[in-house]
């Protein structure tokens, strides 16, 4: 070899690798990044999942028990049953129709029994299965001796009692093949509340088991249901379970096969754990609620139950356990894919480096073309990864149905670069099927099409669609799947290539996601599939949760609005309880008063008009007296000294003095008798035209003793500012009582503030209440009556017209004052009542009422006023 050619090569080797050794590293390099993210994100992700399983099966198991209550609730309310309790025999038969339909219509009770308080069976229907049917009364059995029934017998009205969940026994023996059971119980009451005894339903465990196993499909992990004891109720292989049942199984419980993970679990609530033997994810399942009951039950017939345990104490563990090998496999399936890739990088990265080496022309531009490639496949692999991060996380956190529809087909549409993406909902009636659109995705210069799909047009596609089936055509026009009409239909319609995949979900409702491309042909390659099978994976569990979500919500909100109902009747209730209290008090205290007034008017009266005549008749003895000293007749010692003990001139002076201030004190007292009857108007049942300021005067004469000075008290001052105002057409002993509440208020709040103050503060500022009426718009007047006192905070201003609020002290007032004044005036005369007050301000009470009951008053809104 030439050294021309030797020294060629060895630039030639040394350009290679200098360019060959660095880009591998680099492709190595960035593999391996994307590995090592791939693992940490579907780590996460498969925990996330993982406890969302472990959450939703929690929900089913107590979604059944609460059905099963339901039902046995409504077995025990049975008309039939009431009247077999209070002695109809002729009952019996129709009770044993209304199991027998019941047990036909649920199919997963396995009896559904009634006995009466021996323990003997009254009605039983067996499940058959599939084939309910009553047993004869000569087959029926004497339960007396079970520890269910002794259990549930025991029980108080409305309680349940819930067995253990074991294997069914029938003539002493383990039933086989085995049948996983919950027997739930209630003891039912004749119409004297006597205890006549109880109802059963024999609930097929395996039901139970089935919605977990529906839960769990598709999943990578194996669910287990254990017991508080940790034997395996639903396990890893069916010769474990049942261990606490059969001898030979006693040793076969989870802490056997993982005492590690038992350690953890059986000492917390729930939780999330990885050891050398796998990923456990756990929860504890409290499926009983208050007022249900259940016991450690027993293993063997006729013998009774250990303890009684209550709903904290019935519990099972759902553990989810994803092995080491379930952990890896899809890592290393991925790993295998970037090894082949990066295999296919090296060689290139060689081939090119040779190349450029050979041709040092154009290395450069080889280079560039090289490094743009790779920061292609980077952005491309970065790309589909966090679409699919974030299509997981959106359909995790959304509980919305629409949202989570319209998430789905705009991820898919955007992750696929595909004309169009929808999700149709299917229905089949009679024999036709059809398909509703629900959310939908189009490329922004596509048009949207209708509501429904042409799709279900073509029976061949409908068919597979309602069957479940993946359907993929990369290429319609030369699919040989298709029969030529199907073809030309979908072909005319615009399809090119057509991607479908169904969404079953656990309510029976079927989905279907339906992937379109018009505008050219679009292979769909298998990971495409892949991932659109793992979106409606996702997408079916979403819309569960979202459908549980929207049920609880309703449930919730259907107890809460009860709930408010319920307290708003009971305060409307009392409310209203304690008002007639108030208004019978001051009914009966109105005819006490004008009773008084009665019998008081009756003497008074006599008495005034009888003083008149006292008066003609005293001052004409008094003029015959005088006439009599003025005549000369000489009077006699004995008269002389008689005039002189009585003292005549005085007398003669006093007397018509005494007779004017009796007459005086019987005016005094027809006022008062006349206030009374003004103030009580019992005579007034109905609407009359009312001189309101008689009523306010009255109010007055009676308070008029708390307005004096006493020694305790300063004298307050009353400043009247009448208007010149019409008659009123009103209740009048209705108002006079609210003018009685708002000024004895008044007179509260005044006393109150002069006890805090000095004497000379009082001096300097005398104790006032201002009493003003006024015509107001020539259609209602208006009463104010404001004091002079401390006034009040804006906290109790806005209470002021609650009932039972007070703010006097305990024993002085019942709080009901300003409530039944403000109803008087708001309901029974349509007007309106408010309060005007600030702190050292004094308080002003305003009543506004229409003079005529046929007005009724607008509403107005003073921000500044507590108004009514």
């Known amino acids: 070899m030439s050294p021309h050619i030797h020294s060629r090569v060895r630039v030639l080797i040394k350009n290679f690798l200098m360019v060959f050794l660095p880009l591998s590293a680099l492709a190595g390099s960035v593999v391996g990044t994307i590995y090592y993210q791939q693992r940490q994100t579907e780590k996460v992700i498969l925990k996330t999942n993982e406890l969302r399983k472990v959450d939703l099966q929690t929900k089913v198991i107590s979604g059944d028990f609460h059905s099963v209550v339901s039902d046995l609730m409504v077995i025990s309310k049975q008309n039939e049953l009431q009247g077999i309790l209070e002695g109809v025999d002729a009952q019996k038969q129709a009770l044993s129709k209304e199991f027998l339909l019941f047990s036909r219509y649920k199919k997963f009770y396995n009896q559904i029994r009634f006995f009466d308080q021996s323990g003997k069976e009254v009605v039983r229907v067996n499940f058959n299965q599939g084939k309910p049917g009553i047993v004869p009364e000569e087959k029926l059995q004497v339960q007396a001796k079970r520890y269910w029934f002794n259990d549930t017998f025991r029980l108080n009205q409305g309680q349940v009692f819930v067995s253990p969940l074991d294997l069914n026994i029938e003539q002493d023996r383990i039933e086989q093949p085995i049948k996983p059971m919950i027997r739930f119980g209630t003891p039912v009451f004749d119409s004297r509340g006597k205890k006549r005894g109880i109802v059963v ?217 595909i004309d169009r993406c929808q999700f149709f909902w299917c229905h089949q009636e009679d024999e036709s099927t059809s398909l509703e659109l629900s959310q939908q995705a189009c490329a922004p210069d596509l048009t949207e099409p209708l509501g429904c799909s042409p799709i279900q047009n073509v029976e061949a596609l409908s068919e597979a669609i309602m069957q479940g089936n993946l359907l993929c055509f990369d290429d319609i026009a030369t699919d040989s799947w298709l029969d030529f009409k199907s073809r030309n239909l979908l072909v005319t319609l615009g399809f090119k290539s057509l991607l479908t995949v169904s969404v079953q979900t656990q309510s029976g409702r079927l989905g279907v996601i339906v992937c379109e491309h018009s505008r050219a042909l679009r292979p769909w390659s298998d990971e495409e599939v892949e991932i659109i099978r793992g979106v409606a994976d996702q997408l079916a569990i979403a819309i569960n949760q979202a459908q549980l979500y929207n049920q609880s919500r309703a449930a919730t909100a259907a107890a809460t609005a009860q709930a408010e109902q319920l307290n708003q009747a009971l305060h409307n209730l009392k409310e209203t309880q304690t008002q007639l209290i108030q208004t019978e008090k001051m009914s009966s205290l109105g005819q006490l008063v004008a009773g008084v007034a009665h019998e008081i008017n009756n003497p008074v009266n006599f008495i005034y008009g009888n003083l008149t005549h006292v008066s003609q008749y005293t001052l004409g003895l008094l003029e015959l007296v005088e006439l009599f000293q003025k005549s000369n007749v000489d009077s006699t010692p004995e008269i002389q000294a008689h005039i002189e003990a009585i003292d005549l001139d005085f007398m003669a002076e006093d007397l018509p003095k005494i007779l004017s201030s009796m007459k005086m004190g019987a005016n005094r007292i027809r006022e008062i008798v006349l206030s009374l009857r003004n103030f009580s108007r019992l005579d007034e049942a109905d609407m009359k035209p009312v001189n309101i300021h008689e009523g306010i005067d009255s109010t007055l004469l009676i308070l008029q003793n708390r307005l004096k000075q006493t020694p305790g008290n300063a004298r307050i001052e009353i400043v009247k500012e009448y208007g010149d105002i019409p008659l009123v057409e009103c209740y009048a002993g209705q108002l006079n009582q609210v003018f009685m509440n708002l000024i004895g208020n008044a007179i509260d709040a005044l006393e109150s503030y002069n006890s805090l103050r000095t004497l000379e503060e009082i001096e300097a500022n005398p104790s006032q209440i201002l009493i003003r009426t006024q015509l107001r718009n020539s259609d209602r007047i208006t009463v104010q009556i404001a004091d002079n006192g401390a006034g009040m905070t804006e906290v109790v201003k806005q209470r002021l017209f609650d009932p039972f609020f007070t703010t006097k002290a305990a024993g002085k007032g019942t709080g009901l004052g300003l409530a039944i004044s403000a109803q008087i005036v708001t309901e029974k005369h349509n007007g309106a009542i408010w309060c005007i007050s600030e702190l050292g301000q004094g308080a002003e009470f305003w009543v506004e009422i229409p003079i005529l009951k046929s007005c009724k008053l607008a509403t107005t809104n003073v921000a500044t006023l507590s108004r009514i």
């Open 201 to 417: 339903l024999n609930y097929f465990g395996v039901k139970l088991l089935d919605n977990l196993n529906q839960v769990l499909a598709n999943a990578s992990s194996r669910e287990m249901l254990l017991n508080a004891d940790g034997y395996w109720l639903k396990g890893l292989k069916p010769e474990d379970e049942w261990g606490f049942i059969f001898s030979d199984r006693k040793n076969r419980t989870f802490g056997k096969t993982f005492p590690q993970a038992w350690q953890q679990i059986s000492q917390k609530e729930s939780g999330q754990f990885q050891t050398a033997e796998g990923m456990f994810t756990f929860t504890t399942v409290y499926p009983l609620v208050e007022a249900q009951k259940s016991s450690t039950g027993a293993g063997l017939p006729f013998v009774p139950s250990q303890n009684q345990i209550d709903a904290k104490s019935y519990h099972w563990k759902i553990v989810s356990w994803v092995s080491p090998e379930t952990f890896t496999t899809k890592s290393n399936q991925f790993l295998s894919q970037l090894l082949l890739l990066y295999t296919g990088l090296v060689g290139l990265i060689g081939i090119g480096s040779w190349l450029l080496a050979r041709a040092s022309v154009n290395r450069q531009m080889q280079e560039l073309e090289l490094k743009q490639s790779e920061a292609q496949l980077r952005e491309l692999v970065e790309r589909e990864k966090i679409l699919k991060t974030r299509l997981s996380s959106q359909i995790r956190d959304s509980l919305d149905l629409n949202t989570i529809l319209s998430t789905v087909v705009g991820e898919v549409r955007e992750l696929l670069q």
